[in-house]
């Protein structure tokens, strides 16, 4: 079984700053790729930013220049900075993992539970 834990969300002002994080624990020996999907009220989930091990990190252009993604991948983490928050950055933002090799040696995909994000004076 495979878990993912975030933090860092809440209530920030337009311009300011807040860094998600996202463990994973469980029984598995690699994730191919770990990202964040954010879905703000009455609309679909989107991709966020994505990050493959070893690779470039793929940004949504909506995003892009803003909002960083990182992956330390001995503690099966990953993160994301997110500055100059607008409000339409506003939504509950997920967590994802998949390639996930697990001790079965099956290939899974898992979700967090999701972290709200508010930006607004």
């Known amino acids: 079984q495979v878990q993912l834990v975030e933090s860092g969300g809440g209530l920030v002002q337009p311009g300011g700053s807040l860094r998600l994080s996202c463990a994973a624990s469980g029984s598995f020996f690699s994730i191919n790729r770990m990202g964040w999907y954010r879905q703000a009220p009455g609309k679909q989930r989107e991709l966020v930013a994505t990050?493959?091990?070893?690779?470039?990190?793929n940004y949504a252009d909506s995003v892009k220049g803003r909002f960083t993604i990182s992956r330390d991948s001995a503690k099966d983490t990953v993160y994301l900075q997110m500055n100059s928050l607008k409000p339409e950055d506003t939504a509950v933002y997920y967590c994802?993992?998949?390639?996930?090799?697990?001790?079965?040696?099956?290939?899974?995909?898992?979700w967090g539970q999701g972290t709200q994000v508010t930006v607004s004076s």
């Open positions: 990050i493959i091990t070893g690779g470039s990190p």
């Open positions: 994802n993992a998949d390639g996930i090799l697990t001790f079965l040696k099956t290939i899974i995909d898992c």
